[in-house]
């Protein structure tokens, strides 16, 4: 039986926290889970285009909690910021996904120093996890879900000796690393969960082939080659909907049945309805302590549950 919105249960009384909720498949998230009684909290850079967004879900959705928290992933004093005035107004959070990121970007470096995609995909979403953990393992059943891709499979764990593929640089294999990584880390924390008895769960999905502004985005920076163009004509042609594409992600945050560590996407990879997907490369210990490693070198901040428990 093909799994779609009507699926998800009541979330009255729930929060859940999206970064990129303005536009893509985060808009597409927010009105989703607002439309089922969830307080959503749009964690965005362009407060203009949240703007637009907000009006969008209350049309749709009149009765909506909605909240817009500026939040820059790629400025690591942004996303203390955002964290800080989101742990001081909601006492729980129920979701939190990791959506919002960029995609096959030229060479560039964010406001610290990181590659951009590298910084804005995993090391902001990291900093964004570290400083909101406490308020997420005092939550019953709390989740935290990851966005991957496709590209994933392309991908290779990241070199602790050049996380930032300085050497070399490649903006498809770059996106392939961030992707990878973002699944590494869900697997990571789900297993800091189980260690530490805490009921939550950390799952990864990944859209398929999905009209979002994604292609576009990287079209318009022109790193991304013939495989840029290709991929923007193709999603234009045969990909789905960011309703349709949003699926996996919330099944991943709302399925009673979701285990933690679980991987949600197309059923026919690119298209398709939203199903657990088996783990192909489910990620070596030595890959996902690494990822840990080199994190929490570069931001300074620990993805730490045992730690978070206490607090």
């Known amino acids: 039986m093909s799994w779609s919105t009507k699926d998800i249960p009541d979330l009255h009384g729930k ?11 985060g808009l597409a998230s927010a009105k989703a889970l607002a439309g089922r009684g969830a307080h959503v909290v749009m964690a965005v850079r362009n407060e203009a285009k949240a703007a637009d967004a907000h ?3 209350m049309a749709a959705h009149p009765g909506a909690a909605l909240e817009i928290v500026r939040l820059d992933l790629g400025s ?3 996303v203390a910021t955002a964290a800080k005035q989101i742990a001081a107004a ?15 970007l030229p060479a560039g470096t964010t406001v610290d120093g990181f590659d951009t995609q590298m910084g804005t995909n995993v090391l902001g979403h990291w900093a ?3 400083h909101l953990l406490p308020v997420v393992v005092a939550t019953p059943g709390a989740r935290v879900v990851t966005l991957s891709s496709t590209a994933q499979h392309a991908g290779r764990p990241i070199d602790p000796a050049d996380p930032h593929m300085r050497d070399g640089f490649d903006a498809w294999r770059m996106y392939g690393q961030t992707k990878l990584a973002m ?36 079209q318009a920076h022109g790193s991304a080659g013939l495989l840029g163009a290709l991929s923007e004509k193709l999603v234009k042609l045969t ?11 919330l099944r991943a945050a709302v399925d009673p049945a979701a285990p933690g560590g679980g991987f949600y996407g197309p059923l026919f990879v690119t298209n398709g309805p939203p199903v657990r997907k088996p783990l192909v490369r489910p990620g070596s210990a030595g890959a996902i302590e690494t990822l840990w490693r080199v994190a929490e070198s570069e931001t300074g901040l620990r993805v730490d549950v045992s730690a978070a428990v206490r607090t």
Do not use: Y
């Open 239 to 249: 990909g789905m909907s960011t309703d349709r594409g949003a699926l996996s992600q």
């Open 183 to 218: 699944r590494h880390l869900a697997v990571g924390l789900q297993a800091q969960f189980d260690r530490a008895g805490v009921d939550a769960k950390a799952l990864s999905a990944q859209p398929g082939l999905t009209n979002s502004d994604l292609q576009t985005t990287t």
């Open 15 to 25: 929060v859940a926290v999206i970064t990129g909720a303005n536009g893509g498949l």
């Open 76 to 78: 690591l004093a942004s």
């Open 55 to 57: 009006v969008e879900i």
């Open 90 to 104: 909601h006492d729980r959070i129920d979701i939190l996904m990791c959506n919002a990121g960029v995609m096959a």
């Open 128 to 130: 964004l996890i570290s």
